[in-house]
């Protein structure tokens, strides 16, 4: 992996949601590519931003805004088809995805907590087959990172992924079977993308919604998005701190 040959240079940080992406566009002082020089394919509505910090090439990218509805493409169809092109564009040594979850306050969190996931699985596609069950929950380890969690003192989960915010009797009983602390919408999809293309990932995630708690998903997630951004932004700052100068196997 060439990342192994030296430090890490390159680093594509993928995001579902424009405001999650804005605090840490900000942050880094990345510059939007304009429309005429995109690598994107004409037609996707995917949007990049970039940058130098602290000696690292920064991709930030986010799948944009659907073009009939104008909300943001989330989701893991947005999130794999995203993740692949920049892969084989960009060429990242490193991917973050970072993003908003719901938590599971029976597994310890809270909101604004921010976690890096040990693991990730789907929970949404169920396909009782010998063997396709398997395949269907996706399960697989992330990029072992024991110094960031060492010296970041971020809280560390299992993530399980599916494409509804809510979550269904079946949603749950497979997330529990999954051991999820964490729910979100894309991290096992970028998970998946990243495993085939043998790119190291990483998954932070900061809780705006207890799914096991009292308040409706949708009203709490709403209501705490702004302010938990906030706690995301902090925190995947300190991980891009902690990667300048280091290489994949010092993480």
Do not use: C
């Not at 130098?52 to 990218?61: E, M, S």
């Amino acid at each position: 992996m060439a990342a192994e040959a030296g430090p890490i240079s390159k680093v594509l940080i993928v995001v579902a949601m424009q405001t999650e992406a804005m605090p840490l566009v900000h942050k880094f002082k990345l510059v939007e590519a304009p429309a005429h020089e995109s690598t994107f394919p004409k037609g996707a509505p995917w949007v990049r931003y970039h940058g130098n910090y602290k000696g690292l090439h920064i991709d930030l990218v986010l799948p944009g805004k659907d073009a009939v509805l104008g909300v943001d493409s989330v989701g893991t169809v947005s999130a794999a088809l995203l993740t692949s092109f920049s892969i084989q564009t960009l060429k990242p040594d490193l991917i973050i995805n970072a993003g908003t979850a719901g938590g599971f306050k029976a597994k310890g969190a809270s909101i604004g907590d921010v976690f890096l996931a040990s693991d990730v699985s789907f929970h949404d596609r169920r396909i009782p087959i010998p063997v396709f069950d398997m395949y269907g929950i996706g399960a697989r380890k992330t990029s072992a990172v024991p110094n960031i969690l060492k010296e970041l003192n971020l809280k560390i989960g299992k993530l399980s992924t599916g494409d509804s915010l809510d979550m269904s009797p079946q949603d749950e009983k497979v997330i529990l079977s999954n051991d999820a602390t964490v729910k979100d919408m894309e991290g096992a999809a970028v998970a998946y993308v990243a495993d085939m293309f043998s790119t190291p990932a990483i998954f932070v995630k900061a809780v705006t919604d207890i799914v096991d708690g009292d308040k409706p998903t949708s009203e709490e997630f709403l209501q705490n998005l702004i302010a938990v951004t906030a706690a995301l932004d902090l925190a995947v700052t300190k991980v891009v701190d902690f990667i300048s100068g280091k290489r994949i196997s010092d993480l």
